[in-house]
Protein backbone atom coordinates (compact mmCIF):
# COMPACT_ATOMS: atom_id res chain seq x y z
CA UNK A 1 0.00 0.00 0.00
CA UNK A 2 1.35 3.56 -0.84
CA UNK A 3 0.02 5.16 2.50
CA UNK A 4 1.85 5.02 5.18
CA UNK A 5 -0.75 7.84 7.39
CA UNK A 6 -4.50 7.94 6.84
CA UNK A 7 -6.15 10.97 8.75
CA UNK A 8 -9.20 11.17 8.59
CA UNK A 9 -12.07 13.77 9.95
CA UNK A 10 -9.61 14.48 12.33
CA UNK A 11 -11.00 16.63 15.16
CA UNK A 12 -9.90 17.61 18.57
CA UNK A 13 -11.85 19.96 20.96
CA UNK A 14 -10.53 21.07 24.08
CA UNK A 15 -13.70 22.99 26.08
CA UNK A 16 -15.02 25.34 23.42
CA UNK A 17 -12.01 25.71 20.93
CA UNK A 18 -12.15 23.22 18.14
CA UNK A 19 -8.06 23.33 17.83
CA UNK A 20 -8.37 20.62 14.77
CA UNK A 21 -11.16 21.15 13.23
CA UNK A 22 -12.14 17.83 10.28
CA UNK A 23 -8.67 17.47 9.15
CA UNK A 24 -8.05 14.83 6.34
CA UNK A 25 -5.09 13.80 4.39
CA UNK A 26 -2.84 10.82 3.53
CA UNK A 27 0.86 10.94 3.59
CA UNK A 28 2.79 8.43 1.56
CA UNK A 29 5.50 6.19 2.39
CA UNK A 30 8.67 7.85 1.94
CA UNK A 31 7.20 11.42 1.86
CA UNK A 32 8.55 14.52 3.56
CA UNK A 33 5.12 15.98 4.28
CA UNK A 34 5.04 19.66 5.53
CA UNK A 35 2.51 20.91 7.74
CA UNK A 36 2.54 24.75 7.99
CA UNK A 37 0.65 27.48 9.41
CA UNK A 38 0.23 30.37 11.54
CA UNK A 39 1.06 29.91 15.77
CA UNK A 40 -2.10 28.42 17.26
CA UNK A 41 -3.24 26.69 14.20
CA UNK A 42 -3.39 23.65 15.76
CA UNK A 43 0.09 22.44 14.44
CA UNK A 44 1.24 20.51 17.51
CA UNK A 45 -2.27 19.23 18.59
CA UNK A 46 -2.28 17.32 15.31
CA UNK A 47 1.14 15.65 16.34
CA UNK A 48 -0.15 15.13 19.69
CA UNK A 49 -3.26 13.53 17.80
CA UNK A 50 -1.23 11.32 15.56
CA UNK A 51 1.34 10.06 18.18
CA UNK A 52 -1.83 8.96 20.76
CA UNK A 53 -0.91 11.75 23.17
CA UNK A 54 -4.45 13.12 22.57
CA UNK A 55 -7.65 10.83 21.96
CA UNK A 56 -9.45 12.62 19.31
CA UNK A 57 -12.75 14.24 19.79
CA UNK A 58 -14.04 12.91 16.27
CA UNK A 59 -12.32 11.02 13.10
CA UNK A 60 -9.78 8.23 12.19
CA UNK A 61 -6.23 7.58 11.65
CA UNK A 62 -4.69 4.33 10.27
CA UNK A 63 -1.55 3.83 10.06
CA UNK A 64 0.71 1.08 7.92
CA UNK A 65 -2.92 -0.11 7.13
CA UNK A 66 -4.10 -0.97 11.31
CA UNK A 67 -6.72 1.60 12.77
CA UNK A 68 -4.88 3.28 15.29
CA UNK A 69 -7.23 5.91 16.43
CA UNK A 70 -8.16 6.06 19.94
CA UNK A 71 -5.09 4.42 20.96
CA UNK A 72 -1.99 4.87 23.28
CA UNK A 73 0.98 6.61 22.76
CA UNK A 74 2.43 3.53 23.59
CA UNK A 75 0.62 1.49 21.14
CA UNK A 76 1.17 3.84 18.73
CA UNK A 77 5.12 4.09 19.41
CA UNK A 78 5.22 0.47 19.23
CA UNK A 79 4.26 0.10 15.22
CA UNK A 80 7.25 2.83 14.30
CA UNK A 81 5.81 6.47 15.46
CA UNK A 82 8.29 8.69 16.67
CA UNK A 83 8.36 12.56 17.10
CA UNK A 84 10.83 15.03 18.09
CA UNK A 85 9.90 18.30 19.92
CA UNK A 86 9.37 21.75 19.59
CA UNK A 87 11.73 22.46 22.71
CA UNK A 88 15.00 20.79 23.39
CA UNK A 89 13.97 17.27 25.04
CA UNK A 90 17.45 15.81 25.93
CA UNK A 91 18.94 15.17 29.71
CA UNK A 92 21.51 18.10 30.20
CA UNK A 93 23.82 16.50 32.40
CA UNK A 94 24.32 13.35 30.55
CA UNK A 95 26.69 12.54 27.46
CA UNK A 96 25.81 12.22 23.96
CA UNK A 97 26.33 8.51 24.12
CA UNK A 98 23.92 8.27 27.51
CA UNK A 99 21.04 10.15 25.78
CA UNK A 100 21.46 8.27 22.95
CA UNK A 101 21.44 5.01 24.48
CA UNK A 102 18.75 5.87 27.21
CA UNK A 103 16.16 6.30 24.18
CA UNK A 104 17.45 2.72 23.14
CA UNK A 105 16.27 1.48 26.34
CA UNK A 106 12.80 3.31 26.13
CA UNK A 107 12.76 1.98 22.47
CA UNK A 108 13.16 -1.68 23.40
CA UNK A 109 10.46 -1.03 25.78
CA UNK A 110 7.95 -0.32 23.38
CA UNK A 111 9.38 -3.05 20.51
CA UNK A 112 7.12 -5.59 20.11
CA UNK A 113 10.18 -8.04 20.75
CA UNK A 114 11.16 -6.62 23.87
CA UNK A 115 9.25 -8.66 26.29
CA UNK A 116 10.06 -12.07 24.63
CA UNK A 117 13.82 -10.57 23.76
CA UNK A 118 14.98 -8.78 27.30
CA UNK A 119 18.41 -10.18 26.49
CA UNK A 120 19.10 -10.23 22.66
CA UNK A 121 20.78 -7.36 21.40
CA UNK A 122 18.47 -6.65 18.61
CA UNK A 123 15.13 -5.96 19.69
CA UNK A 124 14.03 -2.70 17.82
CA UNK A 125 16.57 -0.17 18.76
CA UNK A 126 19.41 1.42 16.72
CA UNK A 127 23.24 0.93 17.47
CA UNK A 128 24.22 4.74 19.43
CA UNK A 129 27.27 5.10 18.20
CA UNK A 130 26.03 4.49 14.45
CA UNK A 131 23.19 6.90 15.29
CA UNK A 132 25.76 9.74 16.77
CA UNK A 133 28.04 9.54 12.96
CA UNK A 134 24.33 9.67 11.24
CA UNK A 135 23.80 12.82 13.01
CA UNK A 136 27.40 14.19 13.05
CA UNK A 137 27.87 13.82 17.01
CA UNK A 138 30.22 11.01 17.08
CA UNK A 139 33.44 12.68 18.27
CA UNK A 140 30.90 14.42 21.10
CA UNK A 141 29.94 11.21 22.80
CA UNK A 142 31.65 11.67 26.00
CA UNK A 143 30.04 15.13 26.29
CA UNK A 144 27.28 16.11 28.13
CA UNK A 145 24.71 17.28 26.18
CA UNK A 146 24.39 20.58 28.44
CA UNK A 147 27.76 22.09 26.93
CA UNK A 148 26.76 21.36 23.32
CA UNK A 149 25.75 24.35 21.09
CA UNK A 150 21.78 24.68 20.63
CA UNK A 151 21.79 23.42 17.24
CA UNK A 152 23.50 20.35 18.30
CA UNK A 153 21.22 19.76 20.87
CA UNK A 154 18.46 19.62 18.24
CA UNK A 155 20.24 17.10 16.59
CA UNK A 156 20.89 15.06 19.51
CA UNK A 157 17.30 15.06 19.69
CA UNK A 158 16.86 13.65 16.09
CA UNK A 159 19.13 10.92 16.98
CA UNK A 160 17.17 10.21 20.31
CA UNK A 161 13.81 9.74 18.27
CA UNK A 162 16.33 7.81 15.52
CA UNK A 163 17.15 4.92 18.32
CA UNK A 164 13.62 3.46 17.89
CA UNK A 165 13.75 2.52 14.48
CA UNK A 166 10.92 4.43 13.12
CA UNK A 167 8.92 4.33 10.52
CA UNK A 168 7.26 7.47 10.36
CA UNK A 169 9.04 10.75 12.06
CA UNK A 170 6.74 13.50 13.15
CA UNK A 171 9.27 16.36 13.97
CA UNK A 172 7.83 19.58 15.15
CA UNK A 173 10.07 22.64 14.55
CA UNK A 174 13.13 21.04 13.99
CA UNK A 175 14.85 24.55 12.87
CA UNK A 176 13.28 26.62 15.41
CA UNK A 177 16.12 29.01 17.35
CA UNK A 178 19.02 27.70 14.64
CA UNK A 179 21.39 30.21 12.79
CA UNK A 180 21.63 29.82 8.97
CA UNK A 181 23.76 27.38 8.72
CA UNK A 182 22.06 25.32 11.30
CA UNK A 183 19.02 25.54 9.54
CA UNK A 184 20.98 24.14 6.44
CA UNK A 185 22.24 21.23 8.68
CA UNK A 186 18.75 19.77 9.80
CA UNK A 187 17.31 20.43 5.95
CA UNK A 188 20.43 18.24 5.10
CA UNK A 189 19.85 15.77 7.77
CA UNK A 190 16.24 15.38 7.28
CA UNK A 191 16.52 14.44 3.48
CA UNK A 192 19.12 12.07 4.80
CA UNK A 193 16.83 10.38 6.92
CA UNK A 194 14.55 9.66 4.08
CA UNK A 195 17.02 8.75 1.60
CA UNK A 196 19.19 6.84 3.86
CA UNK A 197 17.08 5.53 6.26
CA UNK A 198 13.81 5.25 3.95
CA UNK A 199 12.02 7.32 7.12
CA UNK A 200 8.95 8.84 6.15
CA UNK A 201 8.54 12.48 7.65
CA UNK A 202 5.66 14.75 9.24
CA UNK A 203 7.25 17.94 9.16
CA UNK A 204 6.04 21.11 11.17
CA UNK A 205 8.33 23.97 10.57
CA UNK A 206 7.57 27.85 10.55
CA UNK A 207 11.51 28.19 8.18
CA UNK A 208 10.05 28.87 4.98
CA UNK A 209 13.07 27.98 3.28
CA UNK A 210 13.49 24.83 4.59
CA UNK A 211 9.98 24.00 4.11
CA UNK A 212 9.72 24.54 0.39
CA UNK A 213 13.07 23.32 0.23
CA UNK A 214 12.22 19.75 1.49
CA UNK A 215 9.16 18.80 1.28
CA UNK A 216 7.73 16.82 -1.19
CA UNK A 217 3.94 18.25 -0.26
CA UNK A 218 2.43 20.70 2.46
CA UNK A 219 -0.68 20.58 4.34
CA UNK A 220 -1.57 24.44 5.10
CA UNK A 221 -4.02 25.32 8.38
CA UNK A 222 -5.20 27.69 9.66
CA UNK A 223 -7.27 27.98 13.17
CA UNK A 224 -8.06 24.10 13.15
CA UNK A 225 -9.15 23.69 9.53
CA UNK A 226 -7.61 22.63 6.64
CA UNK A 227 -7.06 25.63 3.96
CA UNK A 228 -4.29 24.22 1.04
CA UNK A 229 -2.72 20.95 0.03
CA UNK A 230 -0.58 20.33 -2.25
CA UNK A 231 3.40 21.02 -3.49
CA UNK A 232 5.70 23.58 -2.43
CA UNK A 233 5.19 25.61 -5.63
CA UNK A 234 1.11 25.12 -5.35
CA UNK A 235 0.86 26.03 -1.47
CA UNK A 236 3.39 29.16 -1.76
CA UNK A 237 0.68 31.21 -4.92
CA UNK A 238 -1.99 29.86 -3.14
CA UNK A 239 -4.22 33.20 -2.10
CA UNK A 240 -5.53 31.57 1.30
CA UNK A 241 -2.07 30.55 1.97
CA UNK A 242 -0.78 33.76 0.98
CA UNK A 243 -3.63 35.85 3.14
CA UNK A 244 -4.10 33.16 6.39
CA UNK A 245 0.32 33.16 6.54
CA UNK A 246 2.72 33.88 3.84
CA UNK A 247 1.75 37.95 3.51
CA UNK A 248 2.03 39.43 0.35
CA UNK A 249 6.04 39.69 0.56
CA UNK A 250 6.52 36.11 0.84
CA UNK A 251 10.41 36.28 -0.43
CA UNK A 252 10.31 32.91 -1.74
CA UNK A 253 7.14 32.74 -3.48
N1 LIG B 1 -3.85 20.79 26.15
C1 LIG B 1 -4.52 21.85 25.69
N2 LIG B 1 -5.57 22.36 26.38
C2 LIG B 1 -6.26 23.42 25.91
N3 LIG B 1 -6.00 24.05 24.76
C3 LIG B 1 -4.95 23.61 24.03
C4 LIG B 1 -4.16 22.49 24.46
N4 LIG B 1 -3.19 22.27 23.53
C5 LIG B 1 -3.36 23.20 22.57
N5 LIG B 1 -4.41 24.01 22.89
C6 LIG B 1 -4.92 25.13 22.05
O1 LIG B 1 -5.12 24.62 20.75
C7 LIG B 1 -4.76 25.61 19.77
C8 LIG B 1 -3.75 25.03 18.85
O2 LIG B 1 -2.51 24.92 19.54
P1 LIG B 1 -1.22 24.21 18.93
O3 LIG B 1 -0.21 24.14 20.01
O4 LIG B 1 -1.63 22.93 18.30
O5 LIG B 1 -0.78 25.25 17.80
P2 LIG B 1 0.48 25.24 16.85
O6 LIG B 1 -0.03 25.31 15.45
O7 LIG B 1 1.39 24.14 17.20
O8 LIG B 1 1.17 26.65 17.18
P3 LIG B 1 2.73 27.09 17.24
O9 LIG B 1 3.11 27.39 15.81
O10 LIG B 1 2.70 28.35 18.06
O11 LIG B 1 3.50 26.00 17.86
C9 LIG B 1 -4.29 26.83 20.55
O12 LIG B 1 -5.36 27.73 20.65
C10 LIG B 1 -3.90 26.25 21.91
O13 LIG B 1 -4.04 27.21 22.92
MG1 LIG C 1 3.32 24.03 17.92
Keep these: M ?18 VNDISFNVERGEIFGIIGPNGAGKTTLFNLIAGHFRPSAGAMSFDGQDISGQSSDEIARRGVARTFQAVH ?6 VGENLRRAGVLARYHSPFAY ?11 DSLEV ?5 LADLLDSTAGSLAYGLQKMLGIGMAMMASPT ?12 P ?16 RGITVLLVEHDMLLVMGTCDRILVINQGQSI ?25 A
Design 2 to 19: KDLLQVHGLTRRFGGLTA
Design 90 to 95: VFQEQT
Design 116 to 126: FSRRRKRSGSA
Design 132 to 136: ARFIG
Design 168 to 179: LLLMDEPAAGLN
Design 181 to 196: SEKKAAGALIRKLRDE
Design 228 to 252: ALGTPAVVKSDAKVIEAYLGEDYEF
